[in-house]
Nanobody, 114 residues
Framework: VQLQASGGGLVQAGGALRLSCAVS????????MGWHRQVPGKQRELVAT???????IYADSVKGRFAISRDNAKNTVYLQMNSLKPEDTAVYYC?????????WGQGTQVTVSS
């Protein structure tokens, strides 16, 4: 099982980016999916999660600006990031509970310039 993230890049403050993360491999069920982020010298932090039924949880710092969604038919999770701020700059990691195991994708860099 692999998670492949894409969509990171460089954007000006106030701009938007959409991250995608596709799960591939021998899949029976994908339960919770989510995004975390990490900056050098700090712990990885939760950004947003979404259950298989579509229930979402957001970090306070991104509420109202970010939206997580998923396409269960494609085993893909998305993160729409709007009104980006320089403090959103980080490496973003997707994760998913696949077949009962927590699995992580490679990170994708998001850089927001002021």
């Amino acid at each position: 099982v692999q998670l492949q993230a894409s969509g990171g890049g460089l954007v000006q403050a106030g701009g938007a980016l959409r991250l995608s993360c596709a799960v591939s491999g021998r899949i029976f069920i994908v339960n919770d999916m989510g995004w975390h982020r990490q900056v050098p010298g700090k712990q990885r932090e939760l950004v947003a999660t979404i259950t298989i039924g579509g229930r979402t949880i957001y970090a306070d710092s991104v509420k109202g600006r970010f939206a997580i969604s998923r396409d269960n038919a494609k085993n893909t999770v998305y993160l729409q990031m709007n009104s980006l701020k320089p403090e959103d700059t980080a490496v973003y990691y997707c994760n998913a509970n696949v077949n009962g195991y927590d699995t992580w994708g490679q990170g994708t860099q998001v850089t927001v310039s002021s």
